[in-house]
Every structure is written in C-alpha cells, then in structure tokens.
C-alpha cells in the first residue's frame, strides 16, 4: 500500500487566492483528518469524516476554511481566501474501521503551504 | 493547558544515553499513543497502550501508562542519532470517538 498521499507537497500563493489540498486515504479506511501543524499551536485538528460523512468540524477555523469527502478514496480541503496567517503544514490521516482499542492514525507526508 | 502535554519540550542527549519522555492529560482515556515525526515528515505511530495495561515494550521502546496520575512516559533506550525527531503523546478520550488530540511534543537531538 502506498499509505496516504496528499498533493501537493508545497504550496506558494498569494494572499487572497483559493488554495484547494487534496488527500487520499489509505484503502479501506473508514477514517479521514485533516491537521494543521504551526510551531505556535502545534498540531490541531481541522475536521474528520466517518464513511465520507463530516462528523466534527469544530477544529475548522472559520469559513473560508470548507472541506469534502466526495468518495472513500478522496478528500479536499479548501481555503479562500487564503491569507498569510493559513500558512502551516497541513496533514491529512486515515484510520481504520474503530474497535474501541485501536484507533491507529496513519498520516501523509503533508502538504506545505505558504501564502504570501 | 491541552490534553496531552509532554514534558520536556526539548532533549539532547549522546548516543547510546536513554531518553525519556512525559506526557500528562486531563480526560478518561480509552488509549494513548505515542508518535514520532521527523523533520519536514508527517508522523508515524510507534506504540500504543490502553487505558488497563500498565507498561508496554517495543524494540528499544518502553511506554508505561499511569491512569492514576493521568500521565505516560516513553523511554527510549541505547538511543541513537537516527532517533532525533519530535515525539507526540496522543489520547483518545472516552467520549470523543476516533479522534486523537495531540500534545505539543518533545523535540529529541541525540548527539552522535
């Protein structure tokens, strides 16, 4: 398996743009996260979904923050207008099914985001 | 503070010291898990420990689980350059499903 894979790995534009990250789970996995790392706040979670259904977004900072999961194999996250505060290392993870014990969280290599 | 804070935030040691490393947290936990991420990387599990298991051994890897005190602590062993990354705690709180919050992480320089 090839393990998450997220596009692109960086990212330079400019403030105001529409920036759009995209991930691709692991096979199988029922699970997806979207992070967002800074030195200041560390790692954060953005939003996660369940078999493609949003189940908390509480972590998304405001609205011009949205993200999909059209399908299993698929996910975006979207900013616009992008501003130079969003500049972060964003991670995307997945998980398999839960068992209540195990909830091992497999991350890509993330996609770094500069807006200038 | 956060769930899952780990202490210290930075540690440098020479190869072949033992590290170790502390993470406290505040909720009932189902699990917490313990991660590694090397520079410029994404992280990568190492161990995990439920809420009834008290100690657990991987490799070079000791995690021990303290639920009484709400704490943890991953002892690296014989420790070596490649070691060197940042070392996340992660709890997995009873009523939060499957997600994971994550403590702020120890920065490990081992010295070759």
């Known amino acids: 398996d090839a393990g998450v894979i997220q596009s692109p790995r960086h990212e330079v534009t400019e403030m105001g743009q529409e920036v759009t990250l995209r991930c691709k789970p692991i096979s199988g996995h029922d699970y997806l996260f979207w992070y967002r790392q800074t030195m200041m706040r560390g790692l954060e979670l953005l939003i996660y979904f369940n078999n493609n259904v949003p189940i908390d977004d509480s972590g998304m900072p405001e609205d011009r923050f949205s993200a999909k999961m059209p399908n299993a194999s698929f996910s975006t996250l979207k900013i616009q207008p992008s501003e130079p505060r969003d500049s972060a290392v964003y991670f995307c993870?997945?998980?398999?099914?839960?068992?209540?014990?195990?909830?091992?969280?497999?991350f890509g290599p993330g996609t770094r985001l500069t807006v200038l | 503070s956060q769930q899952g804070e780990e202490d210290p935030q930075a540690l440098s040691i020479q190869e072949g010291e033992n590290a170790t490393m502390n993470c406290s947290y505040k909720?009932?936990?189902?699990?917490l898990q313990w991660y590694r991420q090397n520079s410029g990387r994404g992280l990568v599990h190492l161990i995990l420990i439920r809420s009834n298991e008290r100690e657990k051994h991987s490799g070079r890897l000791r995690v021990t689980l303290d639920t009484s005190k709400k704490s943890s602590s991953l002892l690296i062993t014989a420790s070596r350059a490649a070691d060197t990354a940042s070392y996340f705690c992660a709890t997995d709180a009873r009523d939060s499903g499957s997600r994971l919050t994550f403590g702020e992480g120890t920065q490990l320089t081992v010295n070759p």
């Open positions: 909720t009932s936990i189902n699990n």
């Open positions: 993870a997945s998980s398999p099914r839960w068992s209540g014990y195990y909830n091992e969280q497999f």
